[in-house]
């Protein structure tokens, strides 16, 4: 009984952590936050660069 209330712990935990970074990356103004370029990405594309990532983040920003 207490390793299923221990199981359900730890996924409980793994999901809030999961979307506490989600929300707190949108709300930095990360458009694609699964990629490691995101942060390039959306600068290049306000400059009207190529992008150099291939999330398809630019195409957003257009």
Same mark, same amino acid.
């Given at each position: 009984m207490w390793q299923t209330v221990l199981v359900i712990a730890i996924i409980a935990l793994i999901l809030g952590g *999961?979307?506490?970074?989600?929300?707190? *990356?949108?709300?930095s103004g990360k458009k694609c936050i699964? !990629?490691?370029y995101s942060d390039e990405c959306s600068k290049t594309a306000k400059k009207g660069e190529n992008s150099?990532?291939? !999330?398809? !983040?630019?195409?957003d920003n257009k």
């Amino acid at each position: 009984m207490w390793q299923t209330v221990l199981v359900i712990a730890i996924i409980a935990l793994i999901l809030g952590g *999961a979307i506490f970074y989600i929300v707190k *990356a949108k709300k930095s103004g990360k458009k694609c936050i699964g !990629c490691p370029y995101s942060d390039e990405c959306s600068k290049t594309a306000k400059k009207g660069e190529n992008s150099v990532c291939s !999330c398809g !983040c630019q195409e957003d920003n257009k």
